[in-house]
């Protein structure tokens, strides 16, 4: 990612924390700010998407390969179940967190 893209993607993230516009105002408002146009950060944003999904790819594959060849399939799927039940339990806490700030 480049510098330039991940100032992109910063400034989309920060945009919806502070508006909660929906997805095509974002665009709008972060394209505008940096003097891009809407069809240009669209397209940024999918090549960021579309590099995130790749990698994902390589990753199940290296541990669906390994996880077979060392015999450890069912600890590896329990693994990633407990991750997602922790990682659901963390975003939840931000969300909690999210709506306290807006209650001060």
Same mark, same amino acid.
């Given at each position: /990612? ?7 993607? %910063?400034? /989309? #993230? ?7 516009? !929906?997805?095509?105002? @974002?665009?709008? /408002? ?10 240009? #950060? ?10 995130? #999904? ?17 015999? /450890?399939?069912? !600890? #590896? %799927?329990? @693994? ?19 709506? %306290?700030?807006?209650?001060?």
């Amino acid at each position: /990612m480049t510098p330039r893209e991940h100032e992109l993607l %910063q400034g /989309m #993230v920060n945009c919806f924390h502070v508006c909660h516009a !929906n997805f095509e105002d @974002t665009v709008g /408002m972060v394209g505008s700010t940096r003097g891009i146009a809407p069809e240009e #950060v669209k397209e940024i944003l999918s090549r960021l998407r579309e590099a995130d #999904v790749e990698h994902s790819e390589d990753a199940l594959n290296l541990i669906d390969k390994y996880s077979v060849q060392l015999n /450890m399939t069912e !600890n #590896v %799927q329990a @693994t990633f179940l407990r991750s997602i039940h922790e990682f659901d339990k963390y975003l939840m806490a931000r969300l909690e967190r999210g709506k %306290q700030f807006e209650g001060s």
